[in-house]
């Protein structure tokens, strides 16, 4: 269904929203899926405006076409959206962007979630072991 692209957030960054009183989606979607929020805003351009064309989402946001076209490109690889081939007269073609629906969205950020709690759980049953580890390298570097 979606691609496991591994990202990165910082633990100050993760310490931040945990301690924010409300999460907005935006929020959840960098956090669970590594979603930039000018990504997010081409995904709810497609949500909102339906299957569209490079040409038209770059116009929904303000953003030229090589970057409507990249941050299309970047939900496709994220398995957030599809993309299909248009063909027009004479030969020519036109990719068409759709949104996954926000349901099967909402999957992938449970997924992700519980991916990540699984790995914390695993690394805070090695803790012990893993300060241990650090120890003995201070007292050899000493």
């Given amino acids: 269904m979606f691609n ?9 960054d993760l310490q931040s929203l945990i301690a924010t009183p409300q999460m907005s989606a935006d929020a959840i979607m960098r956090c669970a899926l590594g979603v930039r929020t000018t990504e997010m805003e081409a995904y709810c351009a497609l ?11 770059a116009e929904r946001l303000g953003k030229s076409r090589p970057t409507a076209q990249r941050l ?7 398995g957030l959206a599809h993309r299909e081939e248009n063909l027009i007269g ?29 790995r914390m759980i695993r690394e805070l049953d090695d803790l012990p072991s893993k300060l241990d580890e650090m120890g003995q390298r201070c007292l050899k570097a000493s």
């Fill in 4 to 12: 496991s692209i591994e990202h990165s957030m910082s633990l100050k």
């Fill in 47 to 57: 949500a909102t405006g339906g299957p569209s064309s490079v040409t038209t989402v």
């Fill in 72 to 78: 299309l490109q970047n939900l496709v690889d994220k």
């Fill in 90 to 118: 004479l030969g020519g073609y036109q990719y068409i962007y759709s949104a996954v629906p926000p349901e099967i969205m909402k999957l992938a950020v449970r997924e992700s979630l519980e991916r990540w709690y699984q």
